[in-house]
C-alpha cells in the first residue's frame, strides 16, 4: 500500500451503485445477466413476494380455516386425516408407513387417523398382493366423495378471491404461480450457487 492510501480517512459506507443502463440491443439473443441479489428493486421485490407468500401459508394452514372449511363441508377431519384422504386419492393404495413419512408423522398417529377414516368409512385396509403382512390404505367411494365436498368447498373460496380479476390477469396468476413453484423446487433441488 502506499502511504497516501494509508493517510486517507476511512469513509463511511454507501449504498451500492446503480447498475448501468443495459447496452443497445445488437438484435443476438444471450441470457440476461441475473440481477444483483439485493439491489434495492429486487430485494423489495423479493420482501413482498416473501410477505405474501407467509401470508398465503399462514392463511392455508390455519386451524380455524381448517376447521370452519370442513364444518362447512359437514365432515370431521383433521388436516392430516384430510391429507391422507388426498394422498390416497392421488397416489392410490399406500401403506401405513409410506403415509406416516410422508406426512411427517410418527407411525402411531399416522394409525390413530387412519383407524378414524376407517371408522369413518373413507378408507379401508387392504393386504398388499406381494406381501400379505403389508396392509395397503385404500380410498373407498365415501372417502372420495368426503375429499371432493371438501374440494369442491376451497375451488368456491378461491373462485371467489378472484373474482374481481380479469380473465387475462388470472391466467397471467396461474402462469407465474406455476414458474414460482418450478423455480422453488429447482431451487431445493440444486442448492443456491456459490457466491
Known amino acids: 500500500m502506499t502511504a497516501s492510501r494509508l ?10 451503485a446503480r447498475a448501468a443502463s443495459p447496452p443497445a440491443s445488437t438484435g443476438r439473443l444471450s441470457p440476461p445477466a441475473p440481477p444483483p441479489a439485493r439491489s434495492g428493486a429486487v430485494a423489495h421485490d423479493i420482501s413482498r413476494i416473501e410477505g405474501t407468500l407467509a401470508d398465503l401459508l399462514r392463511l392455508t394452514g390455519s386451524i380455524r380455516v381448517h376447521e370452519a372449511r370442513v364444518r362447512a363441508a359437514g365432515l370431521r ?29 410418527s407411525q402411531p398417529a399416522a394409525s390413530r387417523a387412519l383407524s378414524h377414516l376407517e371408522a369413518a368409512g373413507f378408507v379401508r385396509r387392504h393386504a398388499d398382493d406381494t406381501d400379505g403382512r403389508v396392509n395397503l390404505m385404500v380410498l373407498t367411494d365415501e ?3 368426503a375429499r371432493a365436498r371438501i374440494l369442491d368447498l376451497m375451488r368456491s ?7 374481481d380479476m380479469s380473465a387475462a390477469d388470472r ?25
Not at 7 to 16: F, G, I, K, L, V
Not at 80 to 104: H, I, N, Y
Not at 157 to 163: D, G, K
Not at 171 to 195: C, F, H, I, W
Request: aromatic share 4%.
Open 7 to 16: 493517510a486517507m480517512p476511512a469513509r463511511a459506507a454507501s449504498p451500492p
Open 77 to 105: 377431519l383433521s388436516r392430516t386425516q384430510l391429507s391422507f384422504l388426498g394422498w390416497l386419492a392421488e397416489r392410490g393404495p399406500t401403506p401405513v408407513s409410506k403415509l406416516a413419512e410422508w406426512a411427517d408423522v
Open 143 to 145: 372417502g372420495m366423495r
Open 157 to 163: 373460496q378461491l373462485a371467489s378471491a378472484l373474482s
Open 171 to 195: 391466467k397471467r396468476l396461474a402462469d407465474l404461480l406455476t414458474r414460482l413453484v418450478a423455480g422453488l423446487r429447482a431451487a431445493r433441488v440444486t442448492g443456491p450457487e456459490p457466491s
